[in-house]
C-alpha cells in the first residue's frame, strides 16, 4: 500500500468523479478496491458477500445490484477522491443524471468480455449532455474470452470518442498478472491478490508489441494534440512527459479517452487507475465557472472559497442519521450555523451538521468549501435540483433534468388503519427520487405511483415496507401512454363566449393544428394587424398547454403537435387574459376532436443475451410480445439478440424468460421513446 502525504485540499488537489457502468461490469468492485487501496477501508468488501461500503442498503446486498448513488471519499497521492458508486440498471438512471450534474469527471468502466453494453452507452451519452470528462477502464481481464483490443473496438465503434490505450496485458485470462505502462515502458504485476504492486523491466516477448504500440498512441495523440503534433514532427517521437500533458489536455476537451485496463476483483490494475484519476481528470478549478441566473440575468461564480456562495443540491435522504441533503458546493463556503438562501422557493434555510460522507458512515465537518461534496442536516424544504446561495448574492443553477415516469402501478395499505402512514411514506419517496411520482387517480380516486420500470417500483415498494412497516397491496404495472397527431386541421374556429351578470368573457381564436416530429409541442403566432393583442396571444398559449394534459382518444396526455394562432377577434370590455386562456384550451380540445389522433406507447429496446440452442425459442417470444429483432450476433456460444419491444409487454419477461432458457437467459431494457399503438391493441386506462 503506498505511504500517503498529508492531505492539504487545496482546490487543485480535490477530484469530484463517478464511476459509470453497465450492470455487473464492476463498479462497486473497483470503488471498494479504491477505498481499500487508500487506506479508508482495511478489509476489502465483496458484492457477493454483501460485505461493500456503497452497496449498504438491505435491498442492494439482497439484489447484488447497486440502486442508490452512494458517495465517499478517500485520499491518493496528496489529493482528496470525492467518488459517486452509481447504479448501473437503466430503471435507475435518474440517480446517475443527478450525479452527473455535479461531477467534474468520471471513470467508465466496462467488462473486457462484453464490451459496451446498452446501459452503458446510455450513461455514456448522459455524461456528453453534462460535458463530464471521462477516462475508460476495461475490466474482468481475468476473465475467459476477455480481449482488450475487442472491447477498445466496441468503444471506438459504439461511443465514437479516440480511445487512447496507455497499457498492454501481460497474460491473458487466468494467467492475466499485470500490465506494461505504455508512457514509460515499464512492467507494473501483482504476485497475489492482497500484495502490492512491482514495477519490473518489460518481459522480453511483450517489449517488440509494446514497443509497437507506444507508437500507435503517438501517432493517435499527435493527430489530436497541436502541442504534440509539433514535438512529434520534430523528433519523431514524444516524451513520456509529453504524451501525459496531451492526454490530460485530450480527456478534459473530450476529444480522447484514455484507456487502463485490470481486474478490480483480483485488486490488479487499481493504483495505476488512481493516478490516472490525479493526472488526467479536472479539480474544480479547471472547469469553468458554473453559470446561473437570477432575475433575468446571467451571472457566473469561480470555483473560489472567498467568494460568494452557490450550491446545488442534488439528492436528498432521509437516513438514520436524519434528513439529510447532499450538496455540491461551486463556489464561497459554509459553516455550521450559516443561513443560506433558496432561490428557487424564496426562503432561508440554516445550515446545521455538515458531514463528510462516507456511504452511511458521516464525518462531521466544520466548515466545507468551493469544490466538496458534502451532506447536511437542517435544510426543510430544499429538494433535489435546488440553489443554495448566499442571502446578498442571489443565484439560481439550472437543475438535473427529471424523465419522465413510464410506468404505473396503484397502491394501497392492506389494513385501512395504515393508509395516513402509507401516505406519508409515499410522499418521503417522491421527496427523496424525483423520478417517482405519487398522484391521485380522478377517476378511481386510486393512489398511483409512477416510475421509470418495474424494478424501480418494486424496490420503492419494499422500501415502505422495511421503513415503515406497512404491508402494501399492488395493483399491476401500467405504461404511460401519450396521444398525437397523425392529420391535423387548419382555420379551426372557436369563440368563447360568457355572459352571467357583471364583466363577461369574450374571446375568439383561429388554430391550425399540425403534427410534429421530435418535439413535445410548439406555439406560434401568424396572427397580423394586432388583432390578437400579444399579452392574449401568450394566454393562448398556455391554455393551449393546459388542453395537453388530456387528449379525446383514452384521456391521456397529448405530444408531438405544432399549433398557429392564424386569427382571432377581441371585444373592446369583454376580452381579458382569463377569457383567452379558456379558448385556448377548450378551443385546441375540440380541433382535437377533428383531428386524426392515434395513441403512443413506450417502446423499449431489449438485449437478450442466451445459449445458442435457446435463439429460435426468444426470437419466438419477443414477436409473440410485438417485438421487432433489430440484430442478433453470435459470440462463443452465447447469442446477443436486440429488439425494440413494447414496454407493456415487458412486465414478466424476466420470470418467462428464465423459464426458457433454464434459467441461463438474461436481459436488458432501455426506453427509446414512443411508437404508434397497433389497431386492435386493448390499452388499460
Request: glycine content about 10%; charged content about 25%; proline content about 5%.
Amino acid at each position: 500500500m503506498r505511504t500517503e502525504r498529508p492531505v492539504t485540499n487545496p482546490l487543485t488537489a480535490v477530484r469530484n468523479l463517478g464511476i459509470l457502468a453497465h450492470v455487473d461490469a464492476g463498479k462497486t468492485t473497483v470503488t471498494e478496491r479504491f477505498l481499500y487501496l487508500t487506506g479508508s477501508t482495511h478489509k476489502r468488501g465483496e458484492v457477493h458477500d454483501g460485505t461493500t461500503v456503497t452497496d449498504f442498503d438491505p435491498q442492494e446486498r439482497d439484489r447484488g445490484i447497486t440502486i442508490f448513488a452512494a458517495a465517499v471519499s478517500c485520499a491518493w497521492d496528496g489529493h482528496r477522491v470525492n467518488l459517486i458508486d452509481t447504479p448501473g440498471h437503466v430503471d435507475f438512471a435518474d440517480e446517475v443524471e443527478r450525479s452527473l450534474r455535479v461531477l467534474d469527471g468520471a471513470i467508465a468502466v466496462f467488462d473486457a468480455v462484453a464490451g459496451v453494453e446498452p446501459q452503458s452507452e446510455s450513461v455514456w451519452r448522459q455524461a456528453d449532455r453534462y460535458g463530464v470528462p471521462r477516462i475508460a477502464f476495461v475490466n474482468k481481464l481475468d476473465r475467459a474470452g476477455a480481449d482488450l483490443d475487442t472491447a477498445v473496438a466496441s468503444i471506438r465503434e459504439r461511443l465514437h470518442p479516440a480511445p487512447l490505450v496507455v497499457q498492454l496485458p501481460i497474460g491473458t485470462e487466468d494467467g492475466f498478472t499485470g500490465v506494461v505502462d505504455l508512457l514509460r515502458l515499464r512492467a507494473l504485476v501483482w504476485a497475489d491478490v492482497d500484495g502490492p504492486v512491482a514495477e519490473v523491466p518489460v518481459p522480453d516477448d511483450l517489449l517488440a508489441e509494446a514497443r509497437r504500440r507506444r507508437r500507435l498512441l503517438e501517432e493517435a495523440v499527435a493527430e489530436l494534440h497541436p502541442g504534440a503534433f509539433e514535438e512529434f514532427c520534430a523528433e519523431s517521437t514524444l516524451s513520456a512527459r509529453t504524451l501525459s500533458t496531451a492526454l490530460r489536455d485530450l480527456t478534459r476537451t473530450g476529444d480522447g479517452v484514455v484507456v487502463l485496463c485490470g481486474s478490480a476483483y483480483r485488486n490488479r490494475g487499481i493504483e495505476p487507475l488512481l493516478d490516472a484519476v490525479v493526472a488526467y481528470l479536472p479539480s474544480p478549478s479547471d472547469v469553468p465557472p458554473v453559470r446561473g441566473t437570477y432575475d433575468g440575468g446571467a451571472q457566473e461564480r469561480a470555483a473560489d472559497p472567498q467568494v460568494p456562495l452557490s450550491a446545488l443540491a442534488f439528492k436528498v435522504s432521509a437516513a438514520g442519521a436524519g434528513r439529510l441533503t447532499y450538496l455540491r458546493i461551486y463556489s464561497g463556503t459554509i459553516e455550521r450555523g450559516d443561513t443560506v438562501w433558496d432561490p428557487g422557493t424564496r426562503r432561508t434555510e440554516r445550515i446545521g451538521r455538515i458531514l463528510r460522507v462516507q456511504a452511511d458512515r458521516h464525518e462531521r465537518l466544520e466548515r466545507a468549501v468551493a469544490g466538496d461534496i458534502v451532506a447536511v442536516a437542517g435544510l426543510k424544504s430544499v429538494r433535489a435540483g435546488s440553489t443554495l446561495c448566499a442571502p446578498d448574492a442571489p443565484i439560481l443553477l439550472e437543475p438535473p433534468a427529471v424523465a419522465d415516469p413510464v410506468v404505473s402501478v396503484a397502491v394501497e395499505a392492506r389494513r385501512s388503519t395504515d393508509t395516513d402512514r402509507l401516505t406519508s411514506a409515499l410522499a418521503r419517496l417522491a421527496e427523496e427520487d424525483p423520478s417517482l411520482v405519487v398522484r391521485t387517480d380522478t377517476e378511481t380516486g386510486q393512489t398511483v405511483l409512477s416510475g421509470m420500470g418495474e424494478l424501480h417500483l418494486e424496490v420503492a415498494v419494499e422500501k415502505i415496507r422495511l421503513a415503515t412497516g406497512v404491508e402494501v397491496d399492488v395493483g399491476r404495472p401500467r405504461v404511460s401512454y401519450r396521444e398525437t397527431v397523425a392529420r391535423g386541421v387548419s382555420g379551426f374556429v372557436f369563440r368563447h363566449v360568457k355572459q352571467d351578470g357583471g364583466a363577461g368573457q369574450f374571446a375568439h381564436v383561429v388554430l391550425d393544428v399540425e403534427p410534429l416530429e421530435g418535439c413535445d409541442f410548439v406555439f406560434r403566432s401568424a396572427v397580423v394587424g394586432g388583432r390578437v393583442p400579444q399579452e392574449y396571444v401568450r394566454s393562448v398559449e398556455a391554455g393551449c398547454r393546459d388542453a395537453l394534459a388530456e387528449g379525446p382518444v383514452g384521456g391521456f396526455p397529448v405530444t408531438g403537435l405544432r399549433v398557429t394562432l392564424t386569427d382571432g377577434a377581441t371585444h373592446v370590455k369583454d376580452s381579458s387574459e382569463q377569457a383567452f386562456r379558456t379558448a385556448g384550451r377548450l378551443g385546441l380540445r375540440e380541433a382535437l376532436r377533428a383531428c386524426e389522433t392515434v395513441l403512443l406507447e413506450p417502446v423499449a429496446e431489449v438485449t437478450v443475451t442466451v445459449p445458442e440452442d435457446a435463439v429460435g425459442t426468444v426470437l419466438g417470444d419477443l414477436s409473440a410480445r410485438r417485438g421487432r429483432i433489430t440484430a442478433s450476433t453470435t459470440r462463443t456460444g452465447s447469442a446477443l439478440v436486440t429488439a425494440t419491444v413494447p414496454l407493456a409487454e415487458l412486465f414478466g419477461y424476466a420470470t418467462r424468460l428464465r423459464s426458457r432458457t433454464q434459467g441461463r437467459g438474461t436481459f436488458t431494457a432501455r426506453p427509446t421513446g414512443y411508437a404508434r399503438v397497433p389497431g386492435g391493441v386493448a390499452v388499460a386506462r
